[in-house]
């Protein structure tokens, strides 16, 4: 598994005007490549008196799956100006669909591919882009005693805070990057002077907002 990578947040939509030409961009995440023609099938039944719904996905944690189609516009001037910059700002398991409304001025080949290029770089900008690491819940148990300690010290520390349970003993649920486990045990045990017990718990994405990217 990947320990990081970049990805949209969810489901957003945008639209521009070029030369009187509406551009509707649709984006979604996908995880398969049956997710991506649903949503593409599901955006042509919303809008299937559009003149084009352009569409482009890149699925897979080395980007195995990509597909582009220009639905009716010339070879090469839609969909794969959207894969592109999907594969340029390096996004994952995402799918765009850019729905045309020709507007009465034709752009040409270039003007195609610079307008379908804006308006999916515009529209990921709207929906917005999540970054997820790979992040291992480490289970750590101490006394009460060393509580306000051991969290202080988290809080303030690379490592991320999930939870607190407060049992028999106190048991904290700490985000720790996957390549980090063992400095991470090591830290802690020098931080309790070798009394807390830790025990790696499941593996869990964590997501950041990403600006610019």
């Known amino acids: ?33 049956q997710e991506a023609q649903d949503f593409i099938q599901d955006i042509k039944k919303t809008h299937y008196n559009a003149t084009h719904n352009c569409s482009a996905y890149m699925i897979g944690e080395n980007d195995q799956i990509q597909k582009a189609n220009d639905d009716g516009e010339p070879s090469g001037t839609a969909g794969i100006p959207i894969l592109e910059v999907l594969k340029k700002r390096n996004i994952k398991d995402t799918v765009v669909v850019i729905t045309r409304y020709f507007g009465g001025i034709k752009l040409g080949a270039g ?16 929906t917005g ?23 202080n010290e988290i ?3 690379e490592y991320l805070l999930k939870e607190i349970h407060y049992l028999e003993n106190v048991e904290i649920e700490i985000f720790v990057e996957s390549s980090h486990e063992e400095s991470f045990k090591e830290w802690i045990t020098n931080l309790t002077n070798g009394q807390a017990v830790v025990e790696n718990g499941e593996l869990e994405n964590l997501e950041r907002d990403i600006n610019n990217k």
């Open 1 to 33: 598994m990947l320990s990081s990578y970049y990805t949209v947040k969810g489901f957003g939509e945008n639209e521009i005007t070029i030369q009187k030409s509406r551009f509707i961009a649709q984006v979604n995440r996908a995880t398969t490549e």
């Open 111 to 126: 003007g195609l591919i610079r307008a379908y290029g804006q308006a999916t770089t515009e529209g990921l900008s709207h």
């Open 129 to 151: 882009i999540v970054e997820r690491r790979l992040m291992r819940v480490m289970h750590t148990t101490i006394d009460y005693t060393l509580l306000g300690k051991v969290e």
């Open 155 to 157: 809080r303030t520390s």
